[in-house]
Each structure stands twice: as structure tokens, then as C-alpha cells.
């Protein structure tokens, strides 16, 4: 089944110690999104790529980084986790279908905690 | 950021009960996206709408696109445990950056 990959599903890191988070997608999407969704909230967008254009969003942390060397991979880096950064994050795709009509598809998530 | 009004915001009803839940916004949207999220896990995608006036049904789930582009509702019918979650509701407009409601928790008393 075409889908959306998160790995892995929980990463334990230290304070200040650098992390990647890993997706991937089987459905040959051109959009590729992350998320931050903290408890009881709604998700927040990060970044996306439009291909491989990147585009990031104005209040997302310098601290956060992102890289898709394909279509079908993207990472998040963390640089510098920081106790408020614990949180799930979430990856989605999309492909165009013009007029702004658009289907976002997530992936299972991979929960942070930092110590 | 911009967000949805969604409401109610929790919801605790019998097995067996309808259930409604509905978004507004201020600005006019091209799509609207009706997702459930599970304890730790991803949005799954239940309903998208695409078209003002469009009404769509996914087995006991049935959601409307309003006819202002400005809200949309989600209807569970004959609601079962399986259906505990929290359901956001989304909208986009010409960029491709979704804006979210907070979400309804949704909660089925056996």
C-alpha cells in the first residue's frame, strides 16, 4: 500500500545533542511537509519542499533544519534539542491538483523526548 | 496563526448516538479536510471536500463543503467505541499551507 513512513516512531534524545527524524513516501507526492504537534494542539506547520523548492515558515526556529536529497526522503534535524522541543512530529505529503484543491496525507509520527 | 473555530471542543455521548461537529472561518477556503488522530499516532485522512455545497459520505461519516466557503460540518452516524479520537477539521485557500481547527475529542460510552 502506498504510504507515509516515519522512523523511528519514538527517539530519545539529550539536551543540546543533535537528532534527525526520518520520513519517506511511496506515493510519489511532490509536496513534502513537517509538522510539530504538541500535546492537545492542533499541528504546526514547519516547513515544506515543493519539489525541491524549500519553503520555510517565518516563526519555525533556526534550530530546525531540513534536507530532501529525493522525492521520496525528507529529514528534519534538530540541532540543538531543547526540553521545549519535545513534542510528536509529523510528516505529510501532497500532490497538486490545481485551483488550491489539495489532499494531505500523514505518516504515524515519531514522538521526540528530550532529557 | 490563523485558525479554525471548531466546536464543540470535547463531546461524550452514548454508543448508538449521531454525532456533529462543525468548523467556521473568516476567510474562504478551496478545500476542507476532515481528519481523526488517535493516541500517538498521525492524522488520518476521513473526508475531503473540494467544492462549495459538496457533500461526501465515508460509510457512517458524511461532511458538507458550506455553501459560503466559509464552514463545513462532519456528521457520525450510529457512533461506535472504534470512533474515540480527536477530529480536526482543516481548510486551505490559494497557498498550499493548511489552517487547523483545535480540534473535537470525541468520547463513546459502551
Known amino acids: 500500500d502506498a504510504m507515509v513512513i516515519q522512523n523511528p516512531r519514538y527517539q530519545v534524545t539529550q539536551f543540546g545533542k543533535p537528532v534527525t527524524l526520518s520520513c519517506s513516501q511511496t506515493l510519489n507526492h511532490n509536496v513534502m511537509y513537517w509538522y510539530q504537534q504538541k500535546s492537545s494542539q492542533a499541528p504546526k506547520l514547519l516547513f515544506h519542499y515543493y519539489d525541491k523548492d524549500f519553503n520555510n515558515e517565518a516563526d519555525t526556529p533556526d534550530n530546525f533544519q531540513s534536507r530532501r536529497p529525493n522525492t521520496s526522503f525528507c529529514f528534519l534535524d534538530i540541532r540543538s534539542p531543547g526540553l521545549g522541543d519535545a513534542a510528536m512530529y509529523l510528516c505529510a505529503t501532497s500532490t497538486e491538483r490545481g485551483a488550491g484543491k489539495e489532499t494531505q496525507y500523514f505518516g504515524p509520527g515519531t514522538r521526540l523526548l528530550v532529557l | ?110
Open chain 2, 1 to 110: 496563526g490563523q485558525q479554525l473555530n471548531q466546536s464543540p471542543q470535547s463531546m461524550f455521548i452514548q454508543e448508538g448516538e449521531d454525532v456533529s461537529m462543525n468548523c467556521t472561518s473568516s476567510s474562504i477556503f478551496n478545500t476542507w479536510l476532515w481528519y481523526k488522530q488517535e493516541p500517538g499516532e498521525g492524522p488520518v485522512l476521513l473526508i475531503a471536500l473540494y467544492k462549495a455545497g459538496e457533500l461526501t459520505s465515508n460509510g457512517r461519516l458524511t461532511a458538507q463543503f458550506g455553501i459560503t466557503r466559509k464552514d463545513s460540518f462532519l456528521n457520525i452516524s450510529a457512533s461506535i467505541p472504534s470512533d474515540v479520537g480527536i477530529y480536526f477539521c482543516a481548510g486551505r485557500g490559494n497557498n498550499r499551507k493548511l489552517i487547523w481547527g483545535l480540534g473535537t475529542s470525541l468520547a463513546v460510552n459502551p
